[in-house]
């Protein structure tokens, strides 16, 4: 079993930035590959960032790729989320989540946090 705990949601202007943090308890955190997913109101959740167990490869959304930034310390048990010129409609319920393969798809990760909320206001 692996728990996750997301801190570090908040409201921010348009524009603005926030760190999203994601610690990982139980089974050996560099077993896994870590994934971010969002589900705003009234949709489905949907992928946003993935990172290896290593930390040498990482994979984004094309919706948010050169303004959202995906990390991890190993060494922490944490991985984080870089969120940059955030927009209204980055607001959502953020989740982070663990596979044992990097992949962008919400079937393969087996454990996920309670999530934490972002809203960006206009």
């Known amino acids: 079993q692996v728990q996750l705990v997301e801190s570090g949601g908040g409201l921010v202007q348009a524009g603005g930035s926030l760190r999203l943090s994601c610690a990982a308890s139980?089974?050996?955190?560099?077993?896994?590959?870590m994934g971010w997913f969002r589900q705003a109101p009234g949709k489905e959740r949907e992928f946003v960032a993935a990172i290896s167990w290593s930390g040498g490869s990482t994979y984004y959304a094309d919706s948010v790729k050169g303004r959202f930034t995906i990390s991890r310390d190993n060494a922490k048990n944490t991985v984080y989320l870089q969120m940059n010129s955030l927009k209204p409609e980055d607001t959502a319920v953020y989740y982070c989540?663990?596979?044992?393969?990097?992949?962008?798809?919400?079937?393969?990760?087996?454990?996920w946090g309670q999530g934490t909320q972002v809203t960006v206001s206009s």
């Open positions: 989540s663990a596979a044992s393969i990097m992949t962008m798809s919400e079937g393969l990760y087996n454990y």
């Open positions: 139980g089974r050996t955190f560099t077993s896994y590959a």
